[in-house]
């Protein structure tokens, strides 16, 4: 498969804790994304990281990525109970255009 | 400005029937997707159009399944003869893709609130 696998599929936690969320891959790609879903509906970008790149940091986001090991993970520091969601990665593959392919996502819930 | 726009927001059929789903992807945006995610899982790839080149429909999960975008802008998902198995919500983003392969990757994708299909 070409997709992403997300690790831990649920993942609950209380508020002010951090949430730690992990997307493997098989394949080379150009770039990792991961977006936020919430109510099962439409997807907002949070990070983007380029297979150059090792780390990223946006607000309390912070995204590793090891091309070596083919695996990313994100971090959300300080979480939230508006962090409650599900998370999911999403691989740009190596030469295949603009093909952008999801993982299975991970559900986070941040309990007050 | 204004996001990407899906209608309708929900749709409901009976089996057999054929069903159009509709995007109006963001002003200026050259790329295209549409993906399909049933209950509790994660977004299956169908079909990726870019500009003027030939779509990546290497997704579409069978013949009953096809997809335009008339004049590099609205886009209209077609679903013949649909099955049960055809319930799912059907998402459509578009990206701001350029033509170098610096811009056309690193660009993130703005995704629409989805129709949900359900089919009787």
């Known amino acids: 498969s070409q997709q992403g696998e997300e690790d831990p599929q649920a993942l609950s936690i209380q508020e002010g804790e951090n949430a730690t969320m992990n997307c493997s891959y098989k394949?080379?790609?150009?770039?990792l994304q991961w977006y936020r879903q919430n109510s099962g509906r439409g997807l907002v970008h949070l990070i983007l990281?380029?297979?150059?790149?090792r780390e990223k940091h946006s607000g309390r986001l912070r995204v590793t990525l090891d091309t070596s090991k083919k695996s990313s993970s994100l971090l959300i520091t300080a979480s939230r109970a508006a962090d409650t969601a599900s998370y999911f990665c999403?691989?740009?593959?190596?030469?295949?255009?603009?093909?952008?392919?999801f993982g299975q996502g991970t559900e986070l819930s941040v309990k007050p | 400005g204004a996001g990407v726009s899906q209608s309708p927001s929900n749709k409901v059929t009976e089996k057999g029937k054929d069903v159009e789903l509709r995007c109006d992807p963001i002003?200026?945006?050259?790329?295209l997707y549409w993906y399909r995610q049933s209950l509790g899982q994660g977004l299956e790839f169908l079909i990726y159009?870019?500009?003027?080149?030939?779509?990546?429909k290497s997704g579409l999960p069978s013949d009953r399944f096809s997809a335009e975008r008339t004049g590099g802008s609205v886009s209209t998902l077609t679903i013949q003869r649909t099955q049960q198995e055809d319930s799912a919500v059907y998402l459509c983003?578009?990206?701001?893709?350029?033509?170098?392969?610096?811009?056309?990757?690193?660009?993130?994708?703005?995704f629409g609130n989805g129709t949900r299909l359900t089919v009787t």
């Open positions: 159009f870019q500009g003027n080149s030939a779509p990546d």
């Open positions: 990281i380029r297979s150059n790149e």
């Open positions: 002003s200026g945006h050259t790329a």
């Open positions: 983003a578009s990206s701001l893709a350029g033509q170098g392969a610096s811009m056309s990757y690193n660009s993130p994708l703005h």
């Open positions: 394949t080379s790609i150009n770039n």
């Open positions: 999403a691989l740009r593959l190596y030469n295949q255009g603009g093909k952008l392919i």
